[in-house]
């Protein structure tokens, strides 16, 4: 798949990076280049894998030179720098637009400059009817990506091409919910629910790079990719949790919503269903080719193809609920050593 090529990873140092890296470092990948500006995290993994395929950049994706230097000799990019806190983007919204939008433009220019084959950005479900600054910067950015695609496509350039994924949220990565309930569990204490019917989608940090691997081989320039990820309430996820590490306090408090928070997050707009091409565990939906002349006779086909009235023909996205053994299995193929629970009986202790 990645034979004999250069992959640069963006926000390299972070769970999809580790999760990466775990999966390629053993194979026949030429080179992976792991771009981001934590220091420490990148010394942490230098001396973790002690690999001479890995190479190391200190940067921002908000500086285009150190960005654009980073890219030679490179073949594909996957995108995952990212500020991705909803609270400390709504009190930082200023730095959310300079990271997440002009930093994904200094990506896509500096890769179309150099010829990369593929670029991979990763987003969220955010992005969908955006409420918060992390979300309505992440849409904003993958409108950058789109207008490079259809610039890309207006000149005929298929040396480069540019995709985008969406993610549902990422099993036991750092300051996610479950990382949060079982160190309360370990302590003994409630766990703190903001709202016991808040729906989420729940997707493991290997399925989410097997979703930016299909979208590099199977998608085209301004292409989206979704995951079917399993969907599942707060109050199910916490006492999933409660019941697999047999909790002494099984007591649950409820602390309403943080800034920026929905009650149900969805990963694909009522227009994108229009779209949409249902591929089994995953979703495509490409970029919409349209240009400003809605009276074009090919545009005006189009336009009709998606009209938002209840008529429209949608795709229906049928995901899976998240269940009790989901859970088990995602601890054991993806536990975290941030979370510290050593004490905690987990599943794999238990066989």
């Known amino acids: 798949m990645l034979s004999n090529k250069t992959v640069l990873l963006t926000g390299g140092t972070g769970s999809f990076g580790n999760a990466f890296i775990q999966r390629f470092i053993d194979t ?9 500006r934590d220091e420490d995290k990148q010394d942490l993994m230098r001396n973790e894998y002690r690999n001479s395929k890995l190479k190391f950049v200190l940067g921002n994706v908000r500086d285009y030179d150190i960005v654009h230097d980073a890219m030679r000799g490179v073949d594909i990019v996957f995108h995952a720098g990212a500020l991705k806190q909803v609270p400390s983007c709504d009190f ?25 084959e593929d670029v991979i950005c990763l987003s969220t479900g955010k992005a969908v009817y955006p409420i918060n600054a992390m979300g309505l910067s992440k849409a904003l950015m993958e409108k950058v990506i789109i207008n490079r695609a259809r610039q890309l496509d ?23 919910a479950v990382n949060i309930f079982t160190k309360q569990i370990k302590e003994g204490k409630p766990i703190t629910l903001t709202h ?15 979703l930016a691997l299909f979208a590099m081989e199977n998608g085209e320039s301004g292409d989206l990719f979704v995951y079917k990820a399993r969907r599942t309430t707060l109050q199910n996820l916490a006492e999933c949790l409660q019941e697999i590490y047999n909790a002494k306090n099984r007591e649950i408090e409820i602390i309403g919503a943080r800034h920026g928070e929905k009650m149900e997050e969805t990963i694909l707009s009522q227009d994108e269903l ?8 995953f979703v495509r939906v490409p970029m919409d080719k349209r240009g400003l002349n809605y009276m074009d006779k090919d545009n005006i086909k189009e336009n009709k193809r998606n009209d938002l009235d209840k008529d429209t023909v949608r795709l229906e996205m049928r995901v899976p609920s998240l269940t009790l053994d989901d859970v088990r299995l995602m601890i054991d193929k993806n536990w975290v050593k941030e979370c510290d629970l050593e004490d905690l009986e987990t599943p794999s202790d238990k066989d």
Do not use: Q, W
Not at 196 to 210: L, Y
């Open 274 to 281: 229009v779209r949409a091409i249902d591929l089994g565990s």
């Open 92 to 116: 930082a919204p200023l730095e959310a637009v300079k990271t997440n939008i002009l930093g994904t433009d200094n990506i896509l220019r500096a890769a179309i400059d150099h010829g990369v």
């Open 154 to 176: 207006e000149e005929e350039n298929t040396t480069t091409t540019l995709k985008y994924i969406r993610y549902s949220n990422v099993f036991a990565t750092r300051g996610s």
């Open 196 to 210: 016991p019917e808040m729906k989420r989608s729940i997707m493991t940090v290997d399925e989410a790079v097997e």
């Open 28 to 36: 026949d990948v030429k080179k992976i280049v792991i771009f981001s």
